[in-house]
């Protein structure tokens, strides 16, 4: 199995990557997300609590996308590989996951973060903002709190990975179709490593 992290700051282009990886890889896309809108769209009492904290720009319990993760994991037995896009955001969600795959014989291959400057996310997020209608992402306030619980919470999620040899930096800024070539490169020189 080949699985990749797809790490970086909010509006670093984890979700437009996704998509284009998820199909040239065929991967199995899980975005925590993505499944955290679905889950406030159909009104669950579950998506209720989660919307309360991301409206704020707070992450959303550990429990809570910890267990969404792993019942995916249980629903997909025959992927040949996933694309986590959002998550693990904290240290305690690394290390779940790690158990969760150990517990499939499989790990995780590479992490690959995307690297942006903070202006040019808080640019990014309320141009989105402006078609979106997704409320954390309309006002400059709560795109900033979200940042900062990027780099309290999740820079650590980085360190985790570095300290496995699992960790490539990728220059985030440009256009998406030049991004999306450099991601490539990088996972074709692992690929060709691990097979
Ligand atoms: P997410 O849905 O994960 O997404 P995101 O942070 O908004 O950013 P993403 O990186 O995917 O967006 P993209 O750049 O593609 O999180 C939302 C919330 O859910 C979190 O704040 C949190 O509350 C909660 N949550 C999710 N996962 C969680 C977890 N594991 N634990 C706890 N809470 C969790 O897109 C941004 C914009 O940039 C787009 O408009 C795009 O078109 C544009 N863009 C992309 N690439 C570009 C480029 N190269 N140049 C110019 N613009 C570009």
Redesign the pocket.
């Known amino acids: 199995m080949f699985n990749i992290i797809l790490f970086?700051?909010?509006?670093?282009?984890?979700?437009?990557?996704?998509e284009k990886l998820v199909m040239k890889y065929r991967l199995k896309h899980l975005?925590?997300?993505?499944i955290?809108?679905s889950e406030i769209y159909e009104q669950t009492a579950l998506g209720m609590e989660?919307k309360k904290?991301?409206d704020k720009?707070?992450?959303?319990?550990?429990e809570?996308?910890i267990g969404m993760i792993s019942s995916l994991l249980d629903a997909n037995p025959k992927a040949h590989g996933f694309l986590f896009?959002?998550?693990?955001?904290?240290s305690a969600?690394a290390e779940a996951l790690d158990k969760l795959l150990q517990l499939k014989k499989t790990s995780i291959s590479v992490m690959l973060a995307?690297k942006v400057g903070e202006e040019?996310l808080v640019k990014?997020?309320l141009?989105?903002g402006q078609t979106?209608g997704?409320p954390?992402?309309n006002n400059d306030s709560v795109i900033r709190e979200?940042i900062l619980?990027y780099h309290k919470k999740t820079t650590p999620v980085a360190d985790h990975y570095k300290k496995e040899n699992k960790a490539i930096m990728v220059n985030?800024?440009?256009?998406?179709d030049?991004?999306f070539k450099a991601l490539c490169k990088e996972i074709e020189s692992r690929i060709n490593e691990i097979l």
Do not use: H, Y
């Not at 975005?31 to 993505?34: A, F, I, L, P």
């Not at 896009?85 to 904290?90: A, I, Q, S, V």
């Open positions: 970086g700051p909010p509006g670093s282009g984890k979700g437009t990557q996704s975005s925590t997300g993505d955290l809108r989660a904290l991301m720009g707070f992450l959303v319990p550990d809570v996308v896009d959002g998550f693990p955001r904290t969600q995307l040019e990014r997020l141009k989105r979106s997704r954390d992402d979200r619980e985030g800024e440009g256009s998406v030049e991004i």
